[in-house]
């Protein structure tokens, strides 16, 4: 079945989070349509939308008719691209998978967006906390909102290391003043970076005017591809300068959990990172402008923090294709730019189990997961879990 329309019939049959709930209705366009304009008119505080809001409704309303009619006659059925973006628009705004900024420490529970999830955030406002405070925005010298490279997250405080992805990292350096140097690791390169040429900023809420900048000092990263017969993870290590010990806030450890990275195992996780505007990726399709749609609906910045829900979809050894079992689905809203984040079992001991590499919206998500047998050699190389 479609995981949208999925998404959409459980919250039809009033279940709230995630695709295990045991309800299951077929949505009805009607229905998604009422619950999305009612959502609209809570989030910009209005009962009487403006024109411009309006009109976008209206092109998002037209696409998911369309879709919700072609996913009841086939559930399989492979959509459009107006179609596809015109349903994730609608769990994004009605909360079944909302996209939510931070706010100093955390997130509202009352936020007319999170809706399905006020229980859940009001319960986890510690694990929240912690992993905010942890979460960094990957930036040159001197980035911002709108000039950075990706998200990382604090492993380790002494020394002080972030865990992000190879891609962020490799953008990072090409930006950088930086050289090659001795690996400590026969599996691993490492570059030494020069000037404060990349940042960390573990501030980045949206209402916040104190910045928490601390320089990268090394880059550290594994094979790319799998040259040397080890798994192709989209990883890299981060460490930060010895002076920076007193600037930092405190690490979350990975934790690897096989359980946590399969089906229905864990009720949900967050996933907290700097998601960039989708727009940029999206642009106009088949005459329709998704970066009006979505700046008129959602009126949001980017390149701030936010934290979005979500559940894993598909298990590793479902979605690896080279059978190693280390790359598992999820469906959290992460709108491109949210490479780098970790994926974290907030409801069940703040483990962080994955980490998020790719994928747009809450359809083609890809996360690694860390406790395959194959990824041992590459992570105690990394130095990424606790006492290594």
Known sequence: MNHL????????????????????????????????DKALRLAHGTM???EDITAAEDKVAQQVEQALKALRQDKAKVLPVNQRLGLETVVRADGTRPSLVITGDGVNPDHPMAVCWREQLAATREAVRLLTGATARVQPRGGSRTRFFGTAFLICAAPARLVTNRHVAMQALRRAVATREAAAHPLLSSYRVHAGTIEAEFDGSQDSKIKKVVAVERVILPPWPNTVGQPSMD?????????????????????????????????SFCIIGFPGSPARRIGVVDGIDWAYVDRVIFNESYGVKRLAPGVVTKSLEKIDRHGAGYTFCHDA????GSSGSAICAWK?????????????????????????????DLMRALRVFPDT
Do not use: C, M, W
């Open 5 to 36: 329309y999925s998404l959409l019939g459980t919250r039809q049959a009033g279940g709230a989070e995630g695709v295990n709930e045991p309800d299951f209705a077929e949505p009805v366009a009607y229905d998604v349509l009422d619950r999305f």
């Open 48 to 50: 009487l939308l403006g």
């Open 235 to 267: 990883i890299a290590v981060l460490e930060l300068s010895p002076s920076s010990i007193d600037k930092i806030p405190e690490p979350i450890k990975l934790q690897p959990s096989s359980d946590f990275e399969s089906e229905g195992t864990i009720h």
């Open 333 to 336: 809203t992460t709108l491109g």
């Open 348 to 376: 069940d001991g703040k483990k962080i189990f994955g980490l998020h590499f790719s994928g747009i919206g809450s359809e083609s998500n890809r996360a690694h997961g860390f406790s395959s047998p194959d990824t041992a």
